[in-house]
């Protein structure tokens, strides 16, 4: 549920909330960890300093541990109960997209460098996108375009010029379904698209399948870098009662962090471990570009890529079960294609083809 | 593998209960079970993809700043003295 409100919104048309991975110095960010249960950031995030300008931030949402877990549902919670215009999130292994299909509402994950990172808590940086959820397009279009824009602060920014790009809007006409992707709400989403006149492909989409494992490989690879700073000493939670400073870290690691975190660094360094570099992490990183260049060469013949959101399976909250919803949203997270969750599906794009995607979705 | 998860849990500075290890573990062997077709994808000439979007090199100007005092930055600190991080002591 919310995690601190600090206010009632004053003008509802302008009150937006942030999840719990977006840093803010006045009010705490946790990332839905004991770790940083009582930090509080010295700097707003470049998404925080942008929003302040002409919204009012009223608070902010909790999230699954580091947002590795199943569901973003707080933020769908919000939007229900707090009358807030959108909520501005971190996309790091399909949370949001799965919430937002679930829950009826639009999501956002814009092209990778279109939002900027500088201020986010990394979880797995060549695949973090800061999104925006919200009960309409018409809404995630004007937060959108808010928090879009080339930031000197994170080195994965896109120029602004190409960020320009990402308002052109083509008209989607013709949409490729993969085999293999049976999932929830694909025939009633094949229906509405069909119903303005779009012509659906079924396409065989094999290497799509392999983007589960390799993004698997990767997230749990940098996430691992990615909390290995988190030791006790400096910020964040330290175990009581340590003697040495190895039990410091080891204390304060082993109490702080949940189970599924410490499988992620513990996977994640099996997979960085030198038996295995080359056969898990480097292979993920080819697999990687595979995935890309399938996908850009099958929207050089289609607008865009429908695939599920989630499986028609009661969702389970512990890692496996993420790991297996993940075959739905990896090919996105693994290679920063943009995507808007829309009538409980996914539709993919090419790079910058979110305003093309959020005006269909406006269709459906 | 389960000297693995020791192996691991001991880089990691981590010490898992009995239960998180059989959690670990059942998480390893599920994506196990995806290795060998993953294995088999041909990517003997495809170059590693690190970035996902075109890149250059990003510099900035090189000038020194100093955005944060030692006292912003130890406000967050679980144990801090005379504007030290305090830790047990390492050597006797």
Redesign the interface.
């Known amino acids: 549920m919310i995690y601190t409100t600090k206010k009632e919104p004053t003008y509802q048309q302008k009150a937006v909330a942030l999840d719990d991975m977006i840093l803010t110095k006045d009010s705490p960010t946790s990332a839905g960890s004991k770790m940083l249960e ?3 950031s ?2 707003d995030g470049t998404v925080v300093e942008k929003l302040a300008e002409n919204y009012e931030i009223v608070g902010k949402v909790t999230v699954s541990e580091f947002s590795r877990g199943m569901l973003a549902d707080s933020a769908v919670a919000a939007l229900d109960e707090k009358q807030i215009k959108g909520v501005i999130g971190v996309e790091t292994n399909g949370a949001y997209t799965r919430s937002a299909a679930l829950s009826g509402k639009v999501f956002v994950k814009p ?3 279109t939002v900027s990172r500088f201020g986010l808590i990394p979880v797995a940086c ?2 973090d996108t800061v999104g925006v959820m919200a009960d309409n397009a018409e809404t995630c279009e004007e937060l959108l375009s808010v928090i879009a824009g080339h930031d ?1 602060k994170d ?2 920014s ?1 120029p602004q010029e190409m960020i320009e790009k990402a308002k052109e809007v083509t008209p989607v006409k013709k949409v490729a379904i993969v085999k293999g992707f049976d999932g929830a709400a694909v025939e009633s989403a094949v229906e509405k698209a069909r119903a303005q006149g779009v012509e659906i492909f079924e396409v065989d989409g094999e ?1 799509l ?2 983007a ?3 993004w ?1 490989i990767l997230s749990s690879a940098e996430f ?1 870098n990615n909390v ?1 700073k988190y ?8 175990a009581k009662g ?10 304060s ?2 109490e702080a ?1 949940g ?2 975190v ?2 992620a ?3 994640g ?2 997979v960085l471990s030198s038996d295995n570099y080359e ?2 992490y ?2 993920a ?6 995935v ?1 260049e399938y996908l850009d060469d099958l929207l050089t013949k289609v607008d865009a890529v429908m695939l599920p959101a989630c499986s028609t399976a009661n969702l389970s909250v ?3 079960s993420v ?1 297996e919803e993940s075959l739905y949203t990896a090919p996105a997270s ?4 943009p995507v808007v969750v829309a009538s409980g599906v996914q539709w993919l794009g090419k ?1 910058l083809a979110e305003g093309s995607l959020l005006a269909f979705s406006k269709q459906l | 593998m389960q000297d693995l998860l020791d192996t691991l849990e001991k880089v990691n500075q981590l010490a898992l209960t009995q239960d998180e290890k059989a959690s670990v573990q059942a998480y390893f062997e599920r994506v196990a079970q995806d290795l060998p077709s993953f294995a088999e994808v041909d990517t003997q000439n495809v170059t590693p993809m690190v970035y996902v979007m075109p890149l250059s090199n990003v510099l900035r100007e090189d000038e020194s700043s100093q955005p944060f005092t030692r006292d912003d930055l130890q406000k967050g600190a679980p144990e801090a003295e005379d504007g030290y991080w305090e830790v047990p002591r390492l050597i006797e």
């Open positions: 009582n930090f509080t010295l700097f092209t990778y460098g060549s695949g000197d080195g994965t896109l290497i399948l392999q589960k494992a390799a698997a691992c290995s030791d006790g000493v400096k910020y964040g939670y330290r340590c003697r040495t400073i190895e039990d410091i870290y080891v204390k690691r082993s962090f189970t599924d410490k499988t660094i513990l996977y360094s099996h056969k898990m480097d292979k990183l080819r697999v990687r570009r595979l890309r512990n890692a496996i790991y693994i290679t920063g294609l790079p």
